[in-house]
């Protein structure tokens, strides 16, 4: 399977006003020079044979459609439904002449609920999109590829928020999106070994609770997670952090350097070198590719 990553961001993206640097420059390991915009976090699965899956589908979609060349797409995963991770669905009108409408789209009970009662999106029902239902630890199948939802604490609506567990070809990857927790983190489901890990990581310092930093993951919630939480025992090959806020390790002005550099000494001084193999791909930003 192949991942592009089309958004990095929080709910808000990033506030000139307040001088958050945009876009967020910095150098990969070789030296190539990358920007992280901060679209709002979502990405891009294609499959082995040749499936499209959009996870997520935020206000900034329109714009990742025509810079990533997304084409079309066969189906969509929702993690939960908040503004920032289903306010591009409108978009989809951008696939009329395409022939490929309603396309399915994917989401708890309770998150569809919140979606048409809540969220407006009952007018482009069985116009833009089909309901399609999600049932934890329910695997579904698009082409090759293997689902498998798992329920995450972070939204206020019980049941309403998914992680996802990838399957192609023996290889597995473990999606978060938002969350504060794993619902059942000793599900078998977490136990056997990942490939690729792509987890939250809201802000830098601090733990979530319940009621701190709406119910996002820190960096180090992030570090105790992979070294004595879920996603431990066993550890996965590698480990990407996405969905960065303004709490960066230097604050508000916090550069792709800052973010990229204290959580690959965080990493190495927590004894979780393993995790990181590859150096460029531990920080995400736009464009990246994952191929599994």
Known sequence: MKVTILGTANAWGPNPLLNAPWPMTGSLSDGRKIEIRRYRTAFLIETADGKKILVDCGPDFSHQFREFRIGVIDAILVTHPHYDHVGGLHELSLYKATG?????????????????????????????????????????????????????????????????????????????????????????????????????????????????????NSFEEAVQLLTNGVFSAPAPKQVTFVHFGDHGPKGLGSTYQDWRENMLAGLQANGLADVMPDADRVVAYEGMVIEL
Not at 103 to 114: E, F, G, L, V
Request: glycine share 12%.
């Open 100 to 216: 490929c409408l309603p396309m399915p789209m994917y989401a708890t009970s309770a998150a569809w609920t919140h979606l048409k009662d809540d969220l407006g999106v009952s007018p482009i029902v069985g116009k833009l999109v089909t309901e399609m239902p999600l049932t934890f630890g329910q695997a579904l199948k698009i082409g090759s590829l293997t689902i498998t939802p798992f329920q995450v604490e972070h939204h206020a609506i019980d049941g309403a928020s998914a992680g996802f567990v990838f399957e192609e070809n023996g290889r597995r990857l473990l999606y978060t999106g938002d969350f504060r927790a794993v619902s059942n983190p000793d599900d078998a489901l977490f136990k056997q070994s990942f490939d690729h890990v792509i987890m939250e990581c809201d802000r830098f310092y601090g733990l979530a609770g319940p009621g701190i930093g709406g119910n996002h």
